[in-house]
């Protein structure tokens, strides 16, 4: 593989640790090389290219070889996926041949694709449901809730996220710009729920006010922000693709979309209040 500061050479651990390039800027996607018997997992409609001699098999659940239980414990490894909005099947990609061969993998929507070792992490991710993009067989994909009352209902996006097990790589894909952030033991950060892309389990999650009355009416930025303490990683996305849908959606209705008020509860008359009309 080019040099290129993503990438990674291979070292010796259970899950199989694989190398890789991010390839790309706005668009980008993820070129995995694989020496022989090694094996990449990926979402469906991941897919984009690979060598010949790496031989695709879609398996229900998340391919980790992890599922205990034989068939029942596939079936609820699937179930937790599809709850969080993800595919009943992955797609294990494993190289049959001898020397190197590579399979690439693409993000669906504009953003950046971020490789993370889970076990430089603790071993575990929690991130936005639809996030998992690939990652390297022995990782495995679950759901994460949570617990508060008020995060459950009003945390929305944020609520039901996937949490990634294990000690390989990862490539997760979040929308637009990142940013991460260390939080030192007390910090706290107030994020959009939309725009809170991932964190490390040391992070507490919850919910704070976002603001007065007013604020509430004409901010467009819905009740709560995301309330997070640490100590711990935490990653942003400056575009999560809910927005983005949500901004298309609103241009092909008749009249265009909103611009500052979206999310105001009076509807039209808050569009013309904030100068949207």
């Known amino acids: 593989m080019s040099s290129n500061p993503w990438s990674h050479s291979r070292r010796t651990g259970i899950a199989d640790d694989v190398d890789f390039a991010i390839r790309g800027n706005d ?4 070129e995995i090389e694989l020496d022989p018997g090694e094996s990449a997992v990926a979402e469906a409609g991941a897919f984009v290219w690979k060598d010949a001699s790496i031989e695709m098999t879609t398996v229900f659940g998340d391919g980790s070889e ?6 029942m414990g596939k079936l609820l490894g699937a179930g937790k996926r599809l709850v969080t909005g993800a595919s009943l099947f992955t797609t ?5 041949g001898v ?7 693409a ?9 993370l070792k889970l076990s430089e992490l603790g071993g575990t991710l929690i991130c936005q449901k639809d996030s998992f993009l690939a990652a390297a067989r022995g990782v495995s994909i679950g759901i994460a809730f949570q617990r ?29 710009t990142l940013v991460e952030r260390e939080l030192a033991p007390g910090e706290q950060l107030h994020v959009d729920t939309g725009c809170l892309a991932a964190y490390t389990p040391s992070v507490e999650f919850n919910l704070v006010s976002a603001g007065g009355v007013r604020s509430v009416l004409f901010g467009g930025e819905g009740l709560f922000f995301a309330r997070l ?9 400056s575009l999560p693709f809910a927005r983005l849908a949500g901004r298309v959606v609103a241009a092909a209705i008749p009249g265009g979309g909103n611009n500052r008020g979206e ?5 039209p008359l808050g569009d013309f209040i904030d100068g949207n009309r």
């Open 263 to 267: 999310g105001s509860i009076l509807g």
């Open 107 to 115: 993000a669906p929507v504009p953003g950046t694709i971020l490789p």
């Open 27 to 30: 668009l980008q996607f993820v």
């Open 66 to 71: 992890n599922d205990g239980g034989g068939f």
């Open 229 to 237: 303490t640490g100590p711990g990683k935490v990653w942003i996305q």
């Open 148 to 176: 508060r009352i008020m995060t459950g209902l009003f945390g929305g996006e944020g609520f039901v996220m996937q949490r990634l097990d294990g000690d390989g790589w990862v490539f997760v894909q979040m929308g637009g």
């Open 99 to 105: 020397g190197k061969a590579r399979v690439a993998f």
């Open 92 to 96: 294990v990609f494993t190289h049959r």
